[in-house]
C-alpha cells in the first residue's frame, strides 16, 4: 500500500509540473511605427504566461504601461489597475511557417480581453509567438483595426 501511496503522489506531482504555464519576460522590446523599429522600455517587466491546458495561442500578458500604450487607454476603466493583465482568448490560427533556424512563426488572430469587477474592454489583436524546441523565443503584437504600431520582444524564461 505504501509503494501505491507513492507511486500515486509521484505521479500527481509530475502532472501538475508538466500542466504549469509557461511564463516569460520580455528581455528586450521594440515598436514599429512608421515602417521602423526602434527600441522601447517600459515601468516593470513584461511578463507572457502560457497556459498548455488552453487553447493555442492563448495567453496571459501583465504589464499596466505596455498595455496601457498597446490599447491608447481606450478601456476607460473606473479601476486603472484594470490595465495591468489581459488575455489574449479565442485566438484562431492564421498561419505557421518554419524558419532556416528551425524556429516556429504561428500567426493567431484573437481577442485581447481587459476584465475586472466591473470593467471590461475588448480589442481584436493579431500576435504571433515564436517557438523552438518547446521554447518561446519571442512574442509579437500588434492591434488588428486602426493604430498600425507593432511591438516585438525577445523573450527569456523567469528562472
Do not use: C, H
Not at 507511486?7 to 521602423?36: C, G, H, M, P
Not at 504601461?65 to 490560427?93: C, H, I, M, Q, W
Amino acid at each position: 500500500m505504501k509503494k501505491l501511496y507513492t507511486l500515486f503522489l509521484l505521479l500527481f506531482f509530475v502532472t501538475v509540473n508538466y500542466a504549469q504555464s509557461k511564463t516569460v519576460i520580455a528581455d528586450r522590446a521594440w515598436v514599429n511605427e512608421s515602417e521602423e523599429w526602434t527600441d522601447f522600455s517600459y515601468a516593470g517587466r513584461i511578463v507572457f504566461s502560457i497556459n498548455p491546458n488552453e487553447q493555442p495561442g492563448s495567453l496571459r500578458i501583465g504589464n499596466y504601461d505596455f498595455l496601457y500604450d498597446f490599447v491608447e487607454g481606450k478601456g476607460k476603466f473606473s479601476n486603472k489597475a484594470t490595465y495591468s493583465s489581459a488575455a489574449f482568448s479565442n485566438p484562431r490560427k492564421v498561419s505557421a511557417t518554419t524558419d532556416k533556424q528551425g524556429v516556429l512563426n504561428t500567426t493567431y488572430e484573437g481577442t485581447l480581453i481587459f476584465q475586472s469587477d466591473k470593467d471590461y474592454y475588448s480589442v481584436i489583436a493579431i500576435v504571433t509567438i515564436l517557438e523552438k524546441d518547446d521554447n518561446v523565443l519571442g512574442v509579437k503584437m500588434r492591434l488588428k483595426e486602426g493604430n498600425r504600431r507593432e511591438y516585438a520582444f525577445s523573450t527569456k524564461p523567469t528562472s
